[in-house]
């Protein structure tokens, strides 16, 4: 019988709900091959880890002291039989210096799934350095970071893992647009809003199709919600802080609206099409997705009655099947002799 391996996994819990899908798409993949493991967070949760080079001022110990999340803190002594970087733009900065100290003073195998860019045009030496000797997969989720990836590490392009958050005796069949879910944001939030260009042709899109279909406004975020509720759409609004809750909230949904990219995914996942409204440099992770991407220039509704929303779900349901195949693989492959 396998031995209980103990991995790392670097994300975020109760910050972005998005690395919450994306992580269940990995945790899925790891149960399809058999792989059993205590996974251990490293919550990159600003509120947890806020001033990370208190790291480099002898306060450690006072820092661990403070710790109250039910993550880890990361002590010296630590050591993990891996470590997973799951699906972020933030696989390297201050924040994870602590943790990149550990992985190269103990050797830890390291594996980069689903990596998205957040504009990073160059490495640190010490991600290169563990890419050339710890790392043995990465998997990013667009072209540019399998570009940047490339030269230190056999980097491969796969969808995100947020495509496999939802199992597929949870998928939806989809035969007409009847209710749209329209994820929103506002900008309220130091590092969940966007800008008033964006709401603006958030709202005008809403203003388009409100008139032709039954539309539920979904946020992501505390601030989000508070914004929709007292400005925008009433009490209308979804919002869960509990991630696993946008499942059974976008169930109701036969098309998914967002600024958000991940919550394309989670739509992909459950086979509901998708559009996105795009607002920075990340969105080619929703062509991952097989999602529409909508500039503001564009006539939602012309759209929309140009597709055939059937068949468009049907090649969601193929793509995320294949997709899960290659991924289980290459996972596979990476763990074998750990």
């Given at each position: 019988m396998q031995k209980r391996k103990d991995f790392l996994v670097s994300t975020t819990k109760q910050w972005?709900?998005?690395?919450e899908f994306i992580?269940?798409?990995?945790r899925n993949i790891m149960q399809a091959i058999g792989f059993k493991a205590n996974y251990i967070l490293y919550n990159r949760h600003p509120s947890i880890n806020p001033r990370p080079r208190l790291y480099r001022r002898n306060i450690l110990k006072k820092k661990i002291a403070e710790h109250q999340d039910n993550s880890t803190p990361l002590e010296?002594?630590?050591?993990?039989?891996g470590v997973i970087f799951?699906?972020?733009?933030?696989?390297?900065?201050?924040?994870?210096?602590?943790?990149?100290?550990i992985i190269l003073r103990k050797k830890i195998p390291t594996f980069f799934l689903g990596i998205g860019w957040g504009g990073q045009t160059q490495l640190s030496e010490d991600l290169k350095t563990i890419l050339k000797k710890t790392t043995r997969?990465?998997?990013?989720?667009d072209p540019h970071v399998v570009k940047l990836f490339s030269p230190y590490s056999d980097a491969h392009y796969e969808p995100c893992p947020s495509l496999f958050a939802v199992r597929e005796k949870d998928m939806r069949r989809i035969e007409r647009i009847q209710k749209i879910g329209f994820v929103f944001q506002g900008e309220q939030g130091r590092e969940h809003s966007?800008?008033?260009?964006?709401?603006?042709?958030?709202l005008q899109i809403y203003s388009e199709i409100k008139e032709r279909f039954d539309v539920l406004p979904i946020a992501h975020y505390v601030t989000d919600w508070s914004?929709?509720?007292d400005q925008v759409f009433g009490s209308d609004v979804r919002y869960s802080f509990v991630a696993e809750d946008y499942v059974e909230i976008y169930k109701d949904c036969d098309l998914i609206i967002s600024t958000r990219i991940h919550a394309c995914g989670l739509a992909a996942s459950?086979?509901?099409?998708?559009?996105?409204?795009?607002?920075?440099?990340?969105?080619?992770?929703?062509?991952?997705?097989?999602?529409l991407i909508i500039n503001n220039k564009s006539k939602i509704l012309t759209q929309l009655k140009q597709v055939n929303v059937s068949r468009w779900a049907e090649s969601i349901v193929k793509h995320k099947k294949k997709s899960f195949s290659r991924y289980k693989d290459q996972v596979r492959g990476s763990l074998c002799g750990l």
């Amino acid at each position: 019988m396998q031995k209980r391996k103990d991995f790392l996994v670097s994300t975020t819990k109760q910050w972005n709900c998005g690395d919450e899908f994306i992580w269940y798409g990995i945790r899925n993949i790891m149960q399809a091959i058999g792989f059993k493991a205590n996974y251990i967070l490293y919550n990159r949760h600003p509120s947890i880890n806020p001033r990370p080079r208190l790291y480099r001022r002898n306060i450690l110990k006072k820092k661990i002291a403070e710790h109250q999340d039910n993550s880890t803190p990361l002590e010296a002594n630590d050591s993990f039989d891996g470590v997973i970087f799951a699906g972020t733009p933030e696989w390297e900065g201050p924040r994870l210096e602590p943790l990149f100290e550990i992985i190269l003073r103990k050797k830890i195998p390291t594996f980069f799934l689903g990596i998205g860019w957040g504009g990073q045009t160059q490495l640190s030496e010490d991600l290169k350095t563990i890419l050339k000797k710890t790392t043995r997969l990465v998997i990013g989720r667009d072209p540019h970071v399998v570009k940047l990836f490339s030269p230190y590490s056999d980097a491969h392009y796969e969808p995100c893992p947020s495509l496999f958050a939802v199992r597929e005796k949870d998928m939806r069949r989809i035969e007409r647009i009847q209710k749209i879910g329209f994820v929103f944001q506002g900008e309220q939030g130091r590092e969940h809003s966007v800008t008033k260009d964006v709401i603006g042709h958030m709202l005008q899109i809403y203003s388009e199709i409100k008139e032709r279909f039954d539309v539920l406004p979904i946020a992501h975020y505390v601030t989000d919600w508070s914004y929709g509720r007292d400005q925008v759409f009433g009490s209308d609004v979804r919002y869960s802080f509990v991630a696993e809750d946008y499942v059974e909230i976008y169930k109701d949904c036969d098309l998914i609206i967002s600024t958000r990219i991940h919550a394309c995914g989670l739509a992909a996942s459950l086979g509901i099409p998708s559009i996105c409204l795009p607002h920075d440099d990340r969105v080619d992770t929703v062509k991952g997705f097989k999602s529409l991407i909508i500039n503001n220039k564009s006539k939602i509704l012309t759209q929309l009655k140009q597709v055939n929303v059937s068949r468009w779900a049907e090649s969601i349901v193929k793509h995320k099947k294949k997709s899960f195949s290659r991924y289980k693989d290459q996972v596979r492959g990476s763990l074998c002799g750990l």
